[in-house]
Nanobody, 123 residues
Framework: QVQLVESGGGLVQPGGSLRLSCAVS????????IGWFRQAPGKEREGVSC????????YYADSVKGRFTISRDNAKNTVYLQMNSLKPEDTAVYYC????????????????WGKGTLVTVSP
């Protein structure tokens, strides 16, 4: 059974940093893409960042470029999202997702999702 468990969310002041982790079990991440998504209150879920399984290339939403960094540790079967210079508009539930049919990019259509971790950016 594939499980994704996010951790690292919390309350942080604007300008602060958080590091999210997503631990995957029941499925080897090696060679497959994994991404971070978020859903703010009253808004649709959106892609934040993705790391390709085939090349290790990384992709970021324009709103987080230069502030967020995605990385993966295949040995630990874990993906991370380092979030710096956080803004109130980054407040959302953050999800990680993966899928054995995705080696290059990420998608909201990925099959396996975690339950999310809440990030709140507020003074």
């Amino acid at each position: 059974q594939v499980q994704l468990v996010e951790s690292g969310g919390g309350l942080v002041q604007p300008g602060g940093s958080l590091r999210l982790s997503c631990a995957v079990s029941g499925f080897s991440l090696d060679g497959y893409s994994i991404g971070w998504f978020r859903q703010a209150p009253g808004k649709e879920r959106e892609g934040v960042s993705c790391i390709s399984g085939s090349s290790g290339s990384t992709y970021y939403a324009d709103s987080v470029k230069g502030r967020f960094t995605i990385s993966r540790d295949n040995a630990k079967n874990t993906v991370y999202l380092q979030m710096n210079s956080l803004k109130p508009e980054d407040t959302a539930v953050y999800y990680c997702a993966t899928d054995p049919t995705y080696r290059y990019l990420c998608s909201l259509r990925m099959d396996y999702w975690g339950k999310g971790t809440l990030v709140t950016v507020s003074p």
